[in-house]
């Protein structure tokens, strides 16, 4: 399934806790131009934007813990910790759309526990 079967084109989308840029890439060469990812350091961001230099204008650092609740996505994706506030529907409920990699790690059970 390709992210142009689920969201508009116009989206705001915006990736919490960035770790490389690969969905990124995939999501800008789809069409999506309203793309940010929220890298968890400095360094994090530096490396997807040496490894992506598409994406260089894209990723940006928070410095603040409710980067989740604060800020005006329409399509919000979920990595890592940031994926345990689906557990409070008050910080995302701004999203049209929530999205979460759910993965074979303890983490991710406990996230989709809370959900489900």
Same mark, same amino acid.
């Given at each position: 399934?390709?992210?142009?079967?689920?969201?508009?084109?116009?989206?705001?989308?915006?990736?919490?806790?960035?770790?490389?840029?690969?969905?990124?890439? =995939?999501?800008?060469?789809?069409?999506?131009?309203?793309?940010?990812?929220?890298?968890?350091?400095?360094?994090?961001?530096?490396?997807?934007? =040496?490894?992506?230099?598409?994406? =260089?204008?894209?990723?940006?650092?928070?410095?603040?813990?409710?980067?989740?609740?604060?800020?005006?996505?329409?399509?919000?994706?979920?990595?890592?910790?940031?994926?345990?506030?689906?557990?409070?529907? =008050?910080?995302?409920?701004?999203?049209?759309?929530?999205?979460?990699?759910?993965?074979?790690?303890?983490?991710?059970?406990?996230?989709?526990?809370?959900?489900?």
């Amino acid at each position: 399934m390709r992210p142009t079967d689920l969201w508009p084109k116009d989206a705001r989308i915006i990736e919490i806790g960035a770790t490389s840029g690969a969905l990124g890439e =995939r999501l800008i060469s789809a069409g999506y131009e309203n793309y940010l990812a929220v890298g968890p350091t400095k360094q994090r961001c530096e490396i997807i934007a =040496r490894q992506h230099p598409r994406l =260089r204008r894209n990723v940006v650092t928070a410095h603040s813990g409710k980067a989740v609740q604060q800020n005006n996505a329409d399509v919000l994706i979920l990595n890592s910790w940031a994926s345990l506030a689906i557990g409070r529907f =008050r910080s995302v409920r701004h999203a049209h759309y929530v999205a979460v990699k759910f993965q074979p790690t303890p983490l991710c059970w406990f996230a989709k526990r809370m959900v489900f």
